[in-house]
């Protein structure tokens, strides 16, 4: 069996709606699996997406309630946030603003904002713990996702197949909702995710190193998407 880790907001919908009809080899888990739930040893598969663009899809999703796939109501810590903040780009521009109050409502934001406040490590553990599993894992990219899905299904035995493309099934951002990042947003955002920045490069230099090895193509490096 090999482990489908579902880490918030880089595609693991549409991976796990792919695998539905293979159960016989795949586990898939929900958002409160860790790796280290993961016996040593077993094959865990779970994908990433760079922390800056993983923060605009979590809010958009949040903003919109989870629709149309899902409903899931804001807590009481979310309705305040969006009650000031209207766009991803207006909360991570605030993290930074002169004004105290306006400041601190983006800091409270941050903290309660559903998948925004949760970061890599509660998934993956340290750095020093994701290196010690580097054999068992299989790592994914949401911007190379149907390719690195095609190098486990190689890996798993199966037959070429594509993930789901319908917007509603996969559980993306729809086009209207506004994704831009101002250069001052951008900058506020790779200082709050600081550590989650380091974990994601190294799991992309793994996932190089692990492509090169098992496929013979060239590692992917981090950017900053």
Not at 65 to 83: H, N, V
Request: aromatic share 8%.
């Amino acid at each position: 069996m090999i482990h489908v880790l579902h880490i918030g907001k880089t595609g693991g919908t549409a991976v796990k709606a792919a695998l539905e009809a293979h159960l016989d080899k795949f586990k898939l888990h929900g958002h409160s699996v860790r790796l280290s739930d993961c016996p040593p040893g077993e094959l865990v598969f779970f994908a990433l997406r760079h922390p800056v663009g993983r923060f605009v899809s979590a809010f958009n999703s949040r903003l919109r309630k989870g629709l149309p796939r899902y409903f899931y109501d804001w807590s009481k810590g979310e309705a305040a946030a969006f009650a000031h903040f209207a766009s991803a780009n207006e909360l991570a521009e605030a993290l930074s603003s002169r004004n105290p109050l306006r400041r601190h409502r983006a800091h409270a934001a941050m903290r309660n904002i559903k998948h925004v406040r949760t970061p890599l490590d509660y998934w993956l553990g340290s750095t020093e713990a994701l290196l010690s599993r580097r054999a068992d894992l299989v790592i994914a990219e949401t911007r190379t996702l149907q390719s690195d899905f095609s190098r486990l299904l190689r890996l798993a035995g199966l037959d070429p197949l594509d993930l789901p493309t319908d917007p509603v099934v996969a559980h993306v951002t729809a086009d209207h909702m506004k994704k831009h990042l101002s250069d001052a947003a951008r900058l506020n955002l790779t200082k709050w995710y600081a550590q989650d920045l380091a974990l994601y490069e190294q799991a992309m230099l793994m996932k190089g190193d692990a492509s090169t090895e098992r496929e013979g193509g060239a590692a992917m490096e981090p950017s900053f998407a």
